[in-house]
């Protein structure tokens, strides 16, 4: 009890609003956003490679929407562009239930994803900035704590229930969005002063991102094999799904469980690997992941039964969380000194491989089938690891002539 006391009193009422919605949003969109394809496929005739460019659209807005929400946020104020995009996601998921035409549902899945970068980037934000610096990394870990802990449990429960991706699911969804939007309102007039507060952190256009990503050689080669790695993990529920709904018995059930064995994975094991994995370099711990990545991959491809499929997504998973990390601390490293916002405004640009991996794997299935879909992907993972090689041997040279000429400077 006292512990809970304590950790109450160690962040600010706004912070643990911030993380409680973050659980009921996780666990609810579990039910029904990574079901989407599924719904989508049963629900209306739209071809399976368009399904998979409608899921990845609203990854690619999301990438440029860490962009632009900076600047919204300017101009309406924090509080309000918050609440803005929980009414917004609320709306979104409604229309998914109600609407079955392809072009609209584009346009919805664009909103969407716009809407929850809004989101994500201004709260973690308005967290760092009310929470003192020395307690900001354990706030950011337990919000992906808050995150996995829902992803965790919802697939799992929407399954056992009989909701996952029915239209309940997303109408759940939907009010939790609301429920959290009207609940911030309250909170935030309650905090006015403390919520208002603007961030101090660099922001970023994405034409500086750009023209710092074509001048830097070492940042475009990891960028590249980031988009690679992304385009085979970052959606990769989006072809398991309908592979499993149409060749396994019971597979929207078996998708809910490996959704579940996704997140409880992660909980339970990536403080340890993370500190396991700190005694390689980090394109080891990159090479390792990507080789999970490949063996997972042809676990699906080769598995036909439900024990073969979830032996395969925790391997995936571990790959996962091995590269994940050093992906993010392969750019802190090449990143110079007081560029850090710019260069990780940079890196947004990998999330491309959330638009392509939906594409691409949809094209295979439906062309090629799943099997050939699985290796090629597998393949992918491989092809990623020839840019981190490339980029960390530039980065190797570019540091030693760096040494030189500050040896030679102090001649």
Not at 57 to 76: H, P, Q, R, T, Y
Not at 153 to 163: N, Q, R, V
Not at 290 to 311: N, P
Request: glycine share 10%; net charge positive.
């Amino acid at each position: 009890m006292n512990k809970i006391r304590v950790y109450l009193k160690a962040y600010h009422p706004v912070v643990h609003i911030l993380l409680v919605g973050t659980v009921f949003i996780s666990l609810t969109s579990s039910m029904s956003v990574p079901f989407l394809v599924i719904f989508l496929s049963e629900t209306t005739d739209i071809h399976f490679a368009f399904i998979g460019v409608i899921i990845g659209v609203g990854e690619l807005a999301a990438a440029f929407g860490g962009f632009i929400g900076g600047v919204l946020s300017d101009f309406l104020g924090r509080r309000k562009l918050m609440i803005y995009s929980l009414i917004i996601q609320s709306l979104v998921f409604i229309g998914f239930i109600y609407n079955k035409n392809p072009l609209f549902l584009l346009i919805l899945s664009t909103v969407s994803g716009l809407s929850t970068s809004f989101f994500v980037t201004i709260s973690k934000a308005l967290m760092g900035d009310l929470t003192p610096k020395k307690l900001r990394f354990r706030v950011f870990s337990n919000r992906y704590l808050a995150v996995n802990l829902g992803y965790s449990i919802g697939p799992m429960l929407g399954s056992w229930l009989g909701l996952g991706g029915s239209a309940f699911a997303f109408l759940l969804t939907s009010c939790t969005y609301m429920l959290y939007a009207i609940s911030l309102i309250f909170i935030f007039r309650k905090w006015r002063s403390k919520a208002s507060i603007r961030s101090e952190e660099e922001k970023v256009n994405i034409v500086q991102a750009w023209n710092i990503l074509r001048g830097d050689r070492v940042l475009f080669l990891f960028i590249l094999g980031g988009i690679l790695l992304t385009t085979v993990h970052g959606q990769m529920s989006v072809p398991l799904s309908e592979y499993l709904k149409e060749n396994i018995a019971k597979g929207v059930e078996l998708f809910g469980l490996l959704m579940s064995v996704n997140g409880m994975t992660v909980l339970l094991f990536q403080v340890h690997l993370t500190r396991w994995s700190e005694r390689y370099s980090l394109f080891q711990r990159i090479a390792m992941g990507s080789g999970l990545f490949v063996i997972g991959e042809l676990g699906f491809a080769f598995s036909a039964g439900w024990f073969g499929f979830i032996i395969a997504m925790f391997i995936f998973t571990v790959g996962e969380i091995l590269i994940v990390p050093a992906e993010y601390a392969q750019i802190d490293q090449i990143t110079p000194h007081g560029m850090r916002g710019t260069y990780y405004g940079a890196q947004n640009f990998s999330v491309l491989g959330n638009f392509v991996g939906p594409w691409l794997s949809g094209l295979l299935l439906s062309s090629y089938g799943g099997r050939i879909m699985f290796i090629f992907m597998g393949i992918i993972s491989v092809a990623s690891l020839f840019f981190y090689w490339k980029g960390k041997q530039l980065y190797s040279k570019r540091t030693s002539a760096q040494l030189v000429s500050q040896s030679m400077s102090t001649k």
